[in-house]
């Protein structure tokens, strides 16, 4: 079953068509079948390797489909391997029998199938609402504790104050109440990637613009951008895809020290747009190259520890893959790079 999952994974196209998944499982099960039965296959082993195909047809598809393979596996069962072959008559009360059986279990896999979809999807969407409030409860405390105490400073000492003190007071409210921004946005984005609910309009659009926008908005010399002189349009979403790179940006400046610089830059390819983040902070380690992109992990443990939220990157990973494209982080000997490759299609002008 993994083969036929790296394969229709291969082929997203495919993927959408689950009934070209039934024949292409079910043509193959039936020519293993009839191969080894030409050998030394009995009839009930001959079934039992059709019943194979359809209990994966089933994990693949839907009920309806899985039901359509089993009837197709019967059909086949009774054309190719009882007498007379080749014809849809069948000469044995026992193959006619193990045909009905046949069926009736290909239905009840079906059903069972389906309700351990359904199970299982209801088992993550519990497990995303509690990691949410887990969420929730810790990242939204810090900066709306900060809103508040800073208001009510304001508000309790605002005549006694200087005012270069109740400029900082508000300039560290603004921040916060930009970090909750940020924060809602991400969780936002990533509830509806959980849910398959993003829905793309792609607009012709300049990379460059997008990312030169995306640097002005962290107002910082630390930032600094390396574009080509010439960039196609490239068909994207732009308000989606300037958030993945935000978010790129913001956890490239977070980790990295204060005095070091972050380059951003965008390179194209023959197939390719790619835009890279390099900083020159302590990197990420292998392990956690493998787990970054999850939803809510963090090195972070508990209130300790320098990890983030665990949902910028997720994000930013749910985006781009929406582009059709991937988020990689490239090895590197020092700091960390975190890469976009987006493919350039037919509609790129």
Not at 194 to 222: A, C, K, M, P
Not at 243 to 257: C, E, K, M, R
Not at 292 to 299: G, M, N, P, V
Request: charge should be neutral; hydrophobic fraction near 45%; glycine fraction near 6%.
């Amino acid at each position: 079953m993994s083969s036929i999952r790296k394969f229709i994974s291969r082929y997203p196209n495919i993927a959408q068509n689950q009934f070209t998944i039934v024949i292409f499982v079910m043509g193959l099960v039936t020519i293993t079948s009839y191969l080894f039965n030409q050998w030394f296959l009995s009839n009930i082993a001959t079934l039992l390797i059709l019943q194979l195909g359809v209990v994966t047809v089933a994990f693949l598809t839907d009920k309806f489909p899985s039901i359509l393979s089993g009837i197709i596996g019967a059909l086949a069962y009774n054309y190719l391997f009882t007498k007379p072959y080749f014809s849809l008559h069948m000469a044995e009360y026992e193959d006619f029998i193990n045909m009905l059986v046949f069926l009736i279990i290909a239905v009840i896999t079906s059903q069972l199938a389906a309700y351990y979809k359904q199970q299982r999807q209801q088992l993550k969407q519990a497990e995303l609402r509690a990691s949410i409030l887990l969420s929730v409860s810790h990242d939204l405390r810090t900066p709306l504790s900060t809103v508040i105490g800073t208001l009510e400073t304001l508000r309790e000492y605002q005549q006694k104050l200087p005012q270069i003190q109740k400029d900082e007071l508000l300039s560290s409210a603004l921040e916060e109440s930009h970090r909750l921004h940020r924060y809602i946005e991400n969780l936002l984005q990533a509830t509806k990637i959980q849910h398959g609910s993003v829905n793309l309009q792609f607009v012709e659009s300049d990379l460059t613009l997008l990312v030169s926008d995306v640097i002005n908005r962290f107002n910082t010399t630390r930032l600094s951008a390396e574009l080509p002189l010439t960039m196609p349009l490239i068909a994207i979403q732009p308000h989606l895809l300037e958030q993945a790179i935000y978010n790129l940006i913001d956890n490239a400046l977070s980790y990295s020290q204060s005095n070091l610089p972050v380059v951003v830059a965008v390179l194209l390819t023959a197939n390719e747009l790619k835009i890279q983040v390099i900083d020159q902070g302590p990197g990420i380690s292998k392990h956690d190259q493998q787990r970054i992109f999850e939803l809510f992990y963090s090195s972070r443990q508990g209130d300790r520890g320098e990890g983030g939220t665990g949902l910028g990157l997720h994000v930013a990973a749910g985006i781009v893959q929406a582009h059709q494209g991937t988020l990689s982080v490239l090895p590197t000997g020092k700091g960390c790079t975190m890469q976009i490759a987006l493919p350039l299609g037919e509609s790129t002008l």
